[in-house]
């Protein structure tokens, strides 16, 4: 929110900030800060007593498990969206959930509030601004004012579904916590689909299956990004020594397909070219429900990159970066043909995971990747 108090309301009332929407956002602020405050001390808590237990649930959530997001570990927000759910409506092996045991020792208006609160699905229907959403419960309260102070992961359009903890603020009120999901209007048939399989008692509904679609909320919709061939995005790089860094550097600088860029950096050492070319002609995508697509940057340049050439002249190294491994396996065979004997032995050639899906989406490809790079290694140790 950047309205300052005397300015026009953002939710369109045409009152001022101040004498309209102003004291419910920082009442609401304050009340999602205690609520998600009092998750993240009870996911401390189950961290130390109960670590086994709370690192099967958080992989159930996250595909791969904590290990996806690299050697930092999940930030604050991927723990917290994922102890919204497990920490208060996954029972243990004794068949209580921990916001339970915690009720049992403590009380309050936020462990009272978050006892209340379910993992729901919402249909926007209106976008009132300010954070305010009119929305539909398929399963449950029907309509109802939704206020959230998070952004949520992906747009807000009326038609789009949004999932996350509900906390009911008053008849047909509800705030929502962390940052929610949103499933976007072309694949929210689909979700009603996942919805109209599921069965439970009506009123126990959410709480049965708050884990079923917490996980199929943050997997779908999947973004991926591709080439204009159809290609989907694995970021490629290959590096080789320079026998002849001055040899390079002249056939480069006058290859009338690369344009160089970034000359301050040539005082650095470092020399950077895009590799303009004729890519195939762009294929139609099979597209799949509840799967976002965007073009990568190198082919929505004017005129599309094949890749992008670094040259260290203090290594001296060169490194080739395309969008694909079949782009970089092309442009390697060009620049052997441009560079001849000053081209020297390759040094690196890594193949990273999709660019644009999120980290913990990422295991399966880089357990694909392992013994491949395993291979690089032995290949540079040799």
Not at 74 to 79: F, L, M, N, S, V
Not at 137 to 146: D, K, Q, Y
Request: charged share 30%; proline share 7%; net charge negative.
């Amino acid at each position: 929110m950047t309205a300052s108090r005397d300015d026009s309301c953002p939710c369109g009332s045409g009152a001022a900030y101040e004498a309209c929407c102003l004291e419910r956002e920082t009442s609401l602020r304050r009340l999602v800060g205690e609520l998600e405050g009092t998750v993240r001390e009870l996911g401390r808590a189950i961290w130390e007593e109960d670590r086994d237990w709370y690192l099967a649930r958080f992989g159930e959530l996250y595909d791969g498990g904590i290990e996806a997001f690299g050697p930092a570990g999940p930030g604050a927000d991927a723990r917290l969206d994922a102890e919204l759910w497990f920490l208060l409506d996954c029972p243990d092996d004794g068949g209580e959930t921990p916001l339970h045991r915690i009720r049992q020792l403590a009380s309050g208006r936020a462990i009272e509030l978050l006892a209340r609160s379910e993992l729901r699905a919402w249909r926007i229907e209106s976008i009132a601004g300010a954070g305010v959403l009119g929305a539909l419960c398929p399963l449950g309260t029907g309509r109802a004012r939704i206020e959230t102070v998070r952004p949520p992961h992906g747009a807000l359009t009326p038609g789009a579904v949004l999932v996350a903890r509900s906390v009911p603020l008053g008849p047909g009120r509800w705030g929502l916590l962390g940052r929610a999901p949103v499933v976007d209007r072309e694949a929210a048939g689909g979700f009603d689909a996942l919805l109209a399989s599921l069965d439970s008692p009506r009123g126990e509904f959410w709480r049965v299956h708050g884990g079923v679609l917490a996980r199929a909320a943050w997997a779908w919709p999947e973004d991926r990004e591709h080439t204009l061939d159809g290609d989907i995005v694995e970021g490629s790089v290959a590096a080789f020594r320079l026998s002849d860094p001055a040899a390079a550097v002249a056939a480069l600088t006058c290859d009338c397909e690369l344009v160089g860029d970034s000359p301050a950096d040539a005082r650095q050492g470092i020399l950077r070219w895009n590799w303009r070319w004729d890519p195939p002609r762009a294929r139609r995508l099979r597209t799949e429900p509840g799967v976002r697509y965007q073009l990568c940057d190198e082919d929505a340049e004017a005129p599309p990159l094949l890749a992008r050439i670094v040259l260290d002249l203090d290594a001296p190294e060169v490194c080739l970066l395309a969008p694909t491994p079949s782009r970089l396996a092309l442009a390697e065979r060009l620049l052997a043909a441009r560079l001849g004997r000053a081209l020297g032995p390759l040094t690196l050639r890594e193949v990273n995971a999709p660019s644009v899906v999120p980290r913990w989406k990422r295991a399966a490809f880089e357990r694909r990747l392992e013994p491949r790079r395993r291979g690089a290694q032995a290949r540079r140790a040799a």
